[in-house]
């Protein structure tokens, strides 16, 4: 198992598939923000509301010179269902080797209702121009997320 990366060391390199089956890598956001978000799986509650979250707020984030990009062990098939019934505007990747999950260190061991498997820790990485991660969200609560995340860009982009 992958210890996640630490704040300030470089972003793990990675390509995964979007929605129409086109690669994307790390390599592509070079001199821009990356907000990288791992989540469980497309269309339950609380990942749900964080990709209308992200989509919501993705013009402000755009605006500060960052791309949103959300991963899940989800097929290329389900992310076109999931962004088309929520109407996101945000690029979802899939990784259903979860290479780039356990690349991140977010394939872990959780716990729900007494009992223990394996699965995707929903996180954050800001990853900055220069690729390194400037902040990360472990263990995320989705209510008021999108907020912090932006305003930690904020704060980022302001004093650089």
């Known amino acids: 198992m992958t210890e996640i990366p630490q704040v300030g060391q470089p972003a793990p390199d990675f390509t995964a598939k979007d929605r129409?089956?086109?690669n994307v890598s790390l390599t592509d956001y070079s001199d821009r923000w990356l907000v990288l978000y791992f989540y469980p799986k497309d269309n339950t509650p609380g990942c749900t509301t964080e990709a209308k979250d992200f989509t919501e707020y993705a013009e402000q984030f755009q605006e500060?010179?960052?791309d949103i990009i959300g991963i899940s062990p989800d097929s290329e098939q389900s992310h076109c269902k999931f962004i088309e019934k929520h109407n996101l505007s945000i690029k979802l990747l899939s990784d259903p080797k979860r290479e780039v999950i356990e690349a991140y260190g977010v394939w872990r061991?959780?716990?729900?209702?007494?009992k223990?498997?394996?699965g995707v820790v929903r996180s954050t990485f800001l990853i900055s121009p220069d690729g390194k991660i400037a902040q990360i969200w472990d263990k995320v609560r989705v209510k008021a997320h999108v907020e912090k995340v932006?305003?930690?860009?904020?704060?980022?982009v302001v004093s650089s």
């Open 64 to 66: 500060l010179g960052a």
């Open 116 to 118: 223990e498997y394996m």
């Open 109 to 114: 061991l959780k716990k729900f209702m007494g």
């Open 150 to 156: 932006l305003k930690e860009l904020q704060g980022l």
């Open 20 to 22: 129409d089956g086109n």
